[in-house]
């Protein structure tokens, strides 16, 4: 039962971002939020199981990258940059900026997630360069590039600059970061300035 009331709070979050109640998820179920409250104690109880569970989802998704041989480093790297839990349920970024307003130790946790855990990617980068696959580069400014571009990504003025979910925004900054933004033209000469001054 427990997660047959998961499920609804997820399809929830989809459709209404944070903004349901206990009241509206026993509804849809067709039972009474006593029910619900033997498996949830809150609202927010809810939300974290479901963080807990995307992060673990992340974890796991990763490590199936990372032991797939039929990929090599960079292709692992591309792959593990743009990971999100299976059924993601934050695909609209402004339900991150709901869950950073609203329960912001929840938010922590996500927010740890996105800083820290950086080791398998530190060891595909690795891989990468010693295969010549990668350019030799300055690994930490690459993980806080990201981090920081995916930060500013969650600001919901951004966001609403944008108009794009989540998971197609970690792919075109995946691609800006390891492909860059040339077109593959004649090579901008030394000292020359492609319309920016």
Same mark, same amino acid.
């Given at each position: 039962m427990k997660e047959r009331i998961t499920e609804v709070v997820r399809e929830e979050i989809m459709k209404r971002g944070l903004k349901f109640s206990l009241r509206d998820i026993a509804a849809s179920l067709g039972m009474s939020t006593k029910t619900i409250y033997q498996y949830y104690e809150s609202k927010e109880h809810m939300i974290s199981y479901i963080v807990d569970q995307s992060i673990a989802d992340m974890r796991e998704a990763e490590q199936e990258v990372m032991n797939d041989t039929s990929l090599n480093a960079a292709q692992k790297l591309r792959m593990a940059l743009v990971i999100l839990p299976r059924g993601f349920v934050f695909k609209d970024v402004h339900v991150f900026h709901d869950l950073k307003q609203r329960y912001p @130790? $929840?938010?922590? !946790?996500?927010? +740890?997630y996105i800083k820290h855990g950086w080791d398998n990617i530190r060891i595909l980068i690795q891989e990468g360069v010693a295969a010549g696959i990668l350019r030799p580069f300055h690994v930490e400014l690459f993980i806080q590039t990201y981090i920081g571009a995916l930060n @500013?990504?969650?600001? #919901?003025?951004? +966001?609403?600059? #944008? !108009? $794009?979910?989540l998971d197609k925004v970690l792919v075109q900054m995946v691609e800006f970061l390891m492909q860059g933004i040339l077109d593959g033209g004649p090579e901008v000469k030394s000292g020359e300035r492609s319309g920016a001054e």
């Open positions: @130790q $929840l938010w922590r !946790e996500v927010d +740890a @500013q990504l969650m600001d #919901i003025h951004v +966001a609403n600059k #944008i !108009e $794009l979910s």
